[in-house]
C-alpha cells in the first residue's frame, strides 16, 4: 500500500508539473518580426486600437474597382503572413483584404493567448474598420482555426456578408483534450483536466466561455465550413457538427487526406477555386 502510494503521488505531482508547464508554453505570447511588406501587392500598413486598448498591427490592400472586402484571421502562434497568399489571389480577382495579427501574435500587443477569448475583440476591432473604409460593400471573413473561433465568438457572424470557416476546434476542452492525446496518448486524458482547470486563474476567464459551437446557429450569412478529413488537433466530427448546426444557406467541404494545416497551401488552385466561387455566389445573393 506505501508502494501504491508513494506511485500515486509522484505520478499526480508529474502530470501536474506537466499540466503547468503546458498551460505556461500554450498561452506564452508568439510575438514575431513581420519583415518587409511583399513588393507585389499595394499594401497599406496600419495600426487597429481594440476596446481593451491593444495596438493591432495590419496590412490593408485596397483592390482597383474593388469587389468587396475580406478580412483574413490567422491561425494560434502564426502572424498575418500566414494569410498572404490569401490576399494575393483575392487581389488578383478583385477583392480587397484586411490581414493583421491577433493580440500576443505578431507585432500586435498582448500578454498571453486567449484561444479566442481576447481575439474576438480584435476580431471585431478588424471587421469594423474595414468595413468603415469599404463604405457601401460586401465584407466577408474568413477564419482559420483561432481565427474562425475569434470570428464566431464576435459580434462579426451577425454582421458580415459571408463566413469561412477553416478547421474551427468546437470547444476549448474538446480542443485540449485533442492535443494532448495526440502527443500523450492514453495519458493525455487524464492530463486534461489538470489543464483545463488552470484557465480561469491563468487568463482569467471560464472554459465554457470558449465554445464557438454555440454560436453558429446564431450566424445570419452564407458559410463555407473547410476541415481536413485526417485532422486530429479538430476532428472532423467537430466540423460536422457544426454544418449541422449552422443555418441555410452553408456547405462543408471536406478534404479527404489533408491534416490540421494550411489549406492553401495544401491544394492551392482547389482552394482559391473554391473560395472565389463561394464569395461570388454569396454576395451575389446579397444584391
Known amino acids: 500500500m506505501k508502494r501504491f502510494f508513494l506511485v500515486s503521488m509522484f ?29 507585389d ?15 493591432i498591427s495590419a496590412w490593408l490592400i485596397l483592390a482597383k474597382s474593388s469587389k468587396g472586402g475580406v478580412l483574413l484571421m490567422h491561425g494560434v502562434r502564426s502572424n498575418r503572413l500566414q494569410m498572404v497568399e490569401r490576399a494575393r489571389f483575392l487581389y488578383q480577382a478583385g477583392y480587397s483584404s484586411l490581414l493583421f495579427d491577433f493580440q500576443a501574435h505578431g507585432e500586435s500587443t498582448g500578454e498571453h493567448i486567449t484561444f479566442g477569448y481576447l481575439e474576438q475583440q480584435d476580431a471585431s ?36 456578408d459571408a463566413l469561412i470557416l477553416e478547421a474551427v ?15 500523450l496518448g492514453t495519458i493525455g486524458h487524464y492530463l486534461t483536466p489538470m489543464l483545463s482547470w488552470q484557465i480561469k486563474p491563468r487568463l482569467g476567464f471560464e472554459l465554457a466561455d470558449l465554445a ?17 478529413a485526417q485532422d486530429q488537433h479538430t476532428k472532423l466530427a467537430e466540423a460536422e457538427q457544426f454544418y ?10 471536406i478534404l479527404p487526406q489533408a491534416i490540421h ?4 497551401d495544401y491544394a492551392p488552385q482547389i482552394y482559391q477555386h ?6 461570388e455566389q454569396s454576395f451575389k445573393e446579397l444584391k
Do not use: C
Open 169 to 183: 476546434y468546437s470547444n476549448l476542452e474538446t480542443a485540449i483534450a485533442n492535443r494532448l492525446e495526440m502527443r
Open 261 to 264: 494545416q494550411d489549406f492553401q
Open 274 to 279: 473554391k473560395l472565389l466561387n463561394f464569395l
Open 41 to 55: 501587392l499595394p499594401i497599406e500598413p496600419i495600426l487597429i486600437k481594440t476596446t481593451r486598448g491593444n495596438t
Open 11 to 39: 505520478s499526480l505531482t508529474l502530470g501536474m508539473l506537466i499540466s503547468l508547464g503546458l498551460g505556461t508554453l500554450l498561452a506564452q505570447p508568439a510575438v514575431s518580426t513581420i519583415g518587409a511588406i511583399p513588393h
Open 125 to 160: 476591432a478588424a471587421f469594423h474598420y474595414l468595413k468603415r473604409r469599404l463604405p457601401q460593400q460586401k465584407i466577408a471573413v474568413l477564419g482559420v482555426s483561432l481565427g474562425g473561433a475569434a470570428a464566431l465568438l464576435s459580434d462579426i457572424p451577425q454582421q458580415a
Open 212 to 228: 464557438p459551437i454555440k454560436h453558429i446557429a446564431q450566424i445570419k450569412t452564407p458559410v463555407l465550413i473547410i476541415a481536413g
Open 244 to 253: 449541422q448546426l449552422a443555418p441555410e444557406p452553408k456547405e462543408l467541404w
